[in-house]
């Protein structure tokens, strides 16, 4: 069971993050325990929907993301990826305000400082990410723990009575309290975690075999049951704590700050505030990590395209950082709560896109097999998806008709996209989903009348350093048997070059054309012709593509760079730039030639 464990952790992060103390947080403290119900049923959608996710993953080998492109055209695919990032980039504004406040309640630092600071954690995702999957679980338990140990010990401080915490769990609601059932759907049931799910759980090494499979998934259904329990009574335990301390006095929380400074005097326990302070602030920290492994898995899925971690943290937090910092410098602490329930609501109405074809899909015996989805699994998981989508149309309703009124560009703007998200979602509730048979690559015919590569033509990128003996011994030893020209190609990338050009005349200039005669002597005294190209440019990469192109090169040797990492970002990445725009075969050689 322990060598199993870890997945449903990292996605039980979701379902504690600063989202959900906003939602439930103002739903005890404005509807005291009339909302407990919504937590728990929403937690018991979660275990459901989860286990289905893993058990995509175990059985298919797939992902969510990946099995929509397979089986649904690709409009409909990028689609739905769009739809995906904007939730990634709804909860990731949560985390980014979470953190944000966390800083300003322990530090005193203002909150447009700590939401800036908070795009720093894409340093610390990197950096954790280098020691493997195991050390972040094991970094995101510690975290959840001290979530956890920090609201039950204010648990024990707010003291809530017992009779009128079951009498929370008898469901209840109005068109007042809509907006923040959906809420704390949309804060607990997140999209992106089923996304997640799937692709972790294949982490673990299951096996092929049906006994192996179903022993994966049992241990993977208490995985998600023993996690999502944990985050059950996270939940429970701020909207209780919320109830019993602010519902009680009559105080209604509209800002994180207020319930923060309110805790010690009411509770009369002067370590009440701390403790919030630091759950906080590690619900804000574990989300990021979760987050960012997300959105790597949404993208590739969807539409196949990998982008740099770095770069893809830097993309989605950038999105959430410019509405936080809006509304921070323009409404202060007051609209921060604001801006948590509205992303929130959004991750709740993307959930349909997400959870239907799930259903679909783990319902499917020819991609299932004998795990798929029993009658009663697709009756409970069927109407887990009406009632979302049913809270989420009775929410447009309650919210988008007094918005849009008689407004002609309203109406203009508002009726085509809801057009085509009903189309959308009934696109992907009844049209078929035939599953794309993945082209198959059998080895003996990849190996089978194998013809040997000719090269006549040999571009050979030089920087006048210790790496160019590697990528001409290398190039030279191609061109000996095709009798191949070698055409050596140096860009001068010195200031006085960049800025003059061909009349530059330096010390260093001069010592190079010495330095290329007598290379090209030498080829030549062991039978290799060898023609030189030196250019002044300011992008090497882009030179060594156009000569390329010119010469129509067959093959391009170049020298490894010696650099990675911040150090691409500073002297350049010119092997991937140029690898990724010539059609040519790419050699990259270390430092010494293969003796």
């Known amino acids: ?28 403290s404005k509807f005291g325990y009339h909302l407990l119900w919504v937590v728990v049923l929403s937690s018991i959608m979660a275990m459901l929907l989860q286990t289905l996710a893993a058990r995509l993953g175990i059985v298919a080998g797939r992902d969510l993301a990946q099995a929509c492109r397979e089986s649904y055209p690709k409009s409909i695919c990028n689609a739905l990826w769009v739809l995906c990032e904007i939730a990634i980039a709804a909860c990731d504004l949560a985390e980014v305000l ?40 094991a970094i995101i338990l510690t975290l959840i723990a001290t979530i956890t140990c920090c609201f039950l010990i204010e648990w024990i401080f707010a003291r809530p009575v017992l009779s009128e915490l079951v009498s929370g769990l008898v469901p209840r609601i109005d068109s007042s309290s809509l907006y923040l059932a959906i809420g704390i759907i949309g804060a607990t049931v997140m999209p992106h975690n089923l996304y997640l799910h799937s692709a972790l759980v294949q982490t673990r090494r299951i096996g092929r075999t049906v006994a192996e499979q179903r022993e994966a998934c049992r241990f993977n259904l208490i995985d998600s049951v023993v996690a999502l329990s944990g985050a059950l009574v996270v939940n429970s335990a701020i909207l209780v704590l919320a109830a019993a301390v602010f519902f009680k006095k009559g105080i209604l929380v509209t800002e994180i700050e207020q319930a923060y400074q309110l805790l010690t005097p009411l509770l009369t326990a002067s370590m009440a505030s701390g403790l919030f302070a630091i759950a906080l602030l590690a619900s804000g920290q574990s989300s990021t990590l979760t987050g960012t492994y997300a959105g790597q898995i949404v993208m590739e899925g969807f539409i196949d395209l990998r982008m740099r971690p770095w770069l893809r943290r830097l993309f989605t937090r950038t999105l959430a950082i410019i509405p936080a910092v809006i509304t921070v410098h323009y409404y202060g602490s007051k609209g921060t709560l604001d801006l948590l329930l509205l992303s929130q609501v959004i991750i709740s109405m993307q959930l349909p ?49 007094p918005w849009i009124g008689a407004s002609a560009w309203r109406i203009g703007l508002a009726l085509p996209l809801a057009v085509a998200l009903v189309g959308l979602l009934g696109w992907i509730t009844f049209a078929g989903t035939p599953r794309k048979t993945p082209p198959t690559v059998r080895g003996d015919t990849v190996a089978a009348d194998l013809r040997t590569p000719v090269y006549r033509t040999i571009l050979v990128p030089l920087d006048q350093s210790t790496r160019d003996r590697a990528a001409v011994a290398h190039a030279a030893a191609m061109a000996r048997p095709h009798g191949a020209v070698l055409h050596l190609l140096h860009v001068e990338e010195g200031a006085t070059s960049r800025l003059f050009g061909p009349l530059a005349s330096t010390a260093e200039v001069n010592a190079g054309e010495q330095y290329f005669q007598g290379l090209i002597h030498a080829l030549a005294a062991q039978g290799i012709t060898a023609e030189l190209s030196v250019v002044d440019g300011r992008s090497p990469k882009d030179e060594i593509v156009k000569l390329a192109r010119q010469i129509r090169a067959d093959l391009i040797v170049m020298g490894a760079h010696g650099h990675r990492g911040v150090k691409d970002l500073i002297f350049g990445d010119t092997i991937n730039g140029v690898r990724h725009e010539v059609s040519a075969p790419v050699l990259v050689v270390g430092d010494e030639p293969v003796s």
């Open 1 to 28: 069971m322990l060598a199993f464990a870890g997945p449903a952790y990292l996605v039980s992060v979701g379902y504690m993050d600063p989202g959900n103390w906003a939602t439930d947080l103002e739903g005890g």
């Open 98 to 137: 979470g953190a944000a406040i966390g800083l300003k309640l322990l530090f005193g630092l203002p909150l447009v400082f700590g939401v800036i600071i908070t795009g720093l954690d894409t340093l610390l995702v990197l950096w954790l990410s280098r020691y493997g999957i195991r050390l972040i679980e």
């Open 353 to 401: 896109f997400a959870v239907i074809p799930l259903i679909r899909f783990t319902s499917d015996p020819e991609r299932m097999g004998s795990f798929a989805n029993r009658s009663w699994v697709k009756i409970a998981a069927w109407v887990i998806a009406a009632f979302i989508v049913a809270m989420n149309f009775w929410l447009i309703a309650n919210q988008t008709f």
